[in-house]
């Protein structure tokens, strides 16, 4: 069994940064790739990174490549997302996940699921 808490989310303006945190704890952390979703109002949940067991393997949503970057410390159990040049469209909660078979872009993959922290973007 894995849990996962989120945190780092807020309020920020336009063109600013945040870093989101997830940590692990119940199982081996680095035994797991580990993915980042976000679901904004009246819309469907939706990928926006993913990062390998290693951390040598990252994939992001065309709408976040360039902004965010996924890192993690497996030393620390933690999975990070540095969020920059955020745009009001980032506006959401944002959930981490855990995959224990492979890193994934695809949510019903992913086994283990964090309570989600609000991100809130104003323009």
């Known amino acids: 069994q894995v849990q996962l808490v989120e945190s780092g989310g807020g309020l920020v303006q336009a063109g600013g940064s945040l870093r989101l945190s997830c940590t692990a704890s119940?199982?081996?952390?680095?035994?797991?790739?580990m993915g980042w979703f976000r679901q904004a109002p009246g819309s469907v949940r939706e990928f926006v990174a993913a990062?390998?067991?290693?951390?040598?393997?990252?994939y992001y949503a065309d709408s976040v490549k360039g902004r965010f970057t996924i890192s993690r410390d497996n030393t620390k159990n933690t999975v990070y997302l540095q969020m920059n040049s955020l745009k009001p469209e980032d506006t959401a909660v944002y959930y981490c996940?855990?995959?224990?078979?492979?890193?994934?872009?695809?949510?019903?993959?992913?086994?283990?699921w964090g309570q989600g922290t609000q991100v809130t973007v104003s323009s």
């Open positions: 996940a855990a995959n224990r078979v492979r890193v994934s872009k695809f949510g019903p993959d992913y086994d283990y």
């Open positions: 119940g199982r081996t952390f680095s035994s797991y790739a």
């Open positions: 990062i390998n067991l290693s951390g040598d393997t990252t």
